[in-house]
């Protein structure tokens, strides 16, 4: 089996979405708010002080965890609250200053943002599990709206979500969850299944392949895909998947290939479940089944933002996604918006490739493609702002 559930390349894909590099963490000192003002341990949250115009410390219960995380108060007149759910990778989000440059933006018109770090990481207690459960992710954002609506925290009365990529599965389970949060901003988001054959074929030709030798992998991919789910054995599928194999760069991003008894594991378990947890055609893990009876369920307002030059994600095939079923639900809203020279990340870009985006987080301050903040800030003006 040639699934991964989405570590490696997709891991990479995600994790400085909306975010800033770790070059920017002085400047975004400057451009955030002066002060962090901590919790003290035995301070009980009927007496959680959020000083406005400063970063604040707090912490919550979730999977029988505390995790720790930061609120930022606007220093004008709070109008709502947004909790910035992850991507993919580690998090610190008080010394990397995360997604500081969005941050500031909603601050500015007058609203706080949340976010902590993932189990294991910076103060939260557990241990870090890249393929931590989206199931247990989107509890904590439950977890975390609920604990910020009982102590008060200011903009707890109007809690929208921001995402991007992993966060394409998390935000719609928490939406679905808590009936309370009010809107998404959805950046790159997702089908049900991972996105790792398509990236991992959409960036081939950047590392070397010719789109004839692409074709070939491509071909032979799914021929294992569809060896595996049938029932098919080791000494068939090590035939059929013989060029692919033997490609380094595929080898160095997926991961070693699985041996007899591995192959023959996997699919013992595969076909336990009658593989519903595996794409037909691809063999990506299925994150969340029934994804789309989940989207369509979704009584909120969406802004959707996508990069048309995206090799991290099919973002055609999620936008048809969500106007099949949000889009089709009279009691939301969706506003989708394609950046035509926008990566993954929805920096600017020529390629949209790995290798262009891992370039690019390099730099003390992220190439945003033109109207990304704009859009957001006028769409969040017009659906979550002002009255309806």
Same mark, same amino acid.
């Given at each position: ?51 406005p ?59 706080a ?9 910076? !103060?939260?207690? $557990?241990? =870090? +599990?890249?393929? /931590?459960?989206?199931? %247990? ?62 990236l991992?074929l ?5 590392e ?20 595996? !789910?049938?029932? $098919?054995? =080791? +000494?068939?599928? /090590?035939?059929?998947? %013989?060029?692919?194999?033997?490609n ?68 055609r095939k999620?936008?048809?996604l ?12 969706? !506003?989708?918006?394609?950046?035509? +020279?926008?990566?993954?990340s ?10 262009e ?16 903040y ?10 979550v702002?002002?009255?309806?």
């Amino acid at each position: 089996m040639h699934t991964l559930k989405g570590i490696t390349l997709a891991a990479l894909a995600g994790i400085l979405i909306g975010g800033c590099s770790l070059k920017d963490a002085e400047t975004a000192r400057a451009e955030l708010v002066a002060e962090t003002v901590e919790q003290t341990a035995d301070t009980p949250p009927a007496a959680v002080i959020f000083t406005p115009g400063k970063t604040n410390d707090f912490e919550f219960e979730s999977n029988g965890l505390t995790l720790s995380g930061i609120i930022d108060v606007p220093r004008v007149e709070i109008k709502g609250m947004i909790i910035i759910v992850h991507s993919y990778g580690e998090t610190n989000v008080r010394e990397w200053y995360s997604h500081r440059d969005i941050r500031k933006q909603f601050l500015d018109m007058g609203i706080a943002t949340v976010q902590w770090d993932k189990p294991g990481l910076g !103060r939260s207690e $557990g241990t =870090f +599990d890249i393929n /931590q459960s989206v199931y %247990e992710s989107g509890q904590e954002v439950v977890d975390a709206a609920a604990y910020l609506r009982q102590v008060g925290a200011p903009g707890a009365d109007k809690i929208g979500l921001w995402g991007g990529s992993r966060a394409g599965w998390i935000a719609p389970i928490a939406l679905s969850k808590d009936k309370d949060l009010e809107f998404w901003i959805s950046i790159s988001g997702t089908t049900q299944e991972d996105n790792f054959t398509y990236l991992l074929l959409s960036n081939l030709p950047y590392e070397g392949a010719t789109q004839e030798q692409v074709a070939v992998y491509e071909q032979e991919w799914r021929a294992g895909c569809n060896i595996f !789910r049938n029932g $098919g054995s =080791f +000494d068939d599928y /090590q035939q059929a998947t %013989e060029v692919l194999r033997a490609n380094e760069y595929i080898l160095s991003m997926r991961g070693p290939w699985p041996t007899r008894a591995q192959y023959e594991e996997n699919q013992k378990q595969c076909q336990d479940s009658n593989c519903q947890r595996t794409h037909e055609d691809t063999c990506d893990y299925i994150w969340i089944l029934d994804f789309d009876e989940m989207l369509s369920s979704l009584d909120v307002d969406v802004l959707a933002l996508f990069g048309e030059k995206d090799l991290s994600i099919n973002w055609r095939k999620v936008r048809t996604l969500y106007e099949e079923t949000i889009g089709q639900n009279s009691n939301a809203t969706l !506003r989708i918006k394609a950046f035509a +020279d926008a990566d993954h990340s929805l920096n600017k870009t020529e390629t949209g490739s790995m290798r262009e985006m891992r370039k690019n987080w390099e730099l003390i301050e992220q190439p945003r493609i033109e109207g990304y903040y704009d859009v957001q800030t006028e769409w969040l003006q017009e659906f979550v702002l002002d009255e309806k």
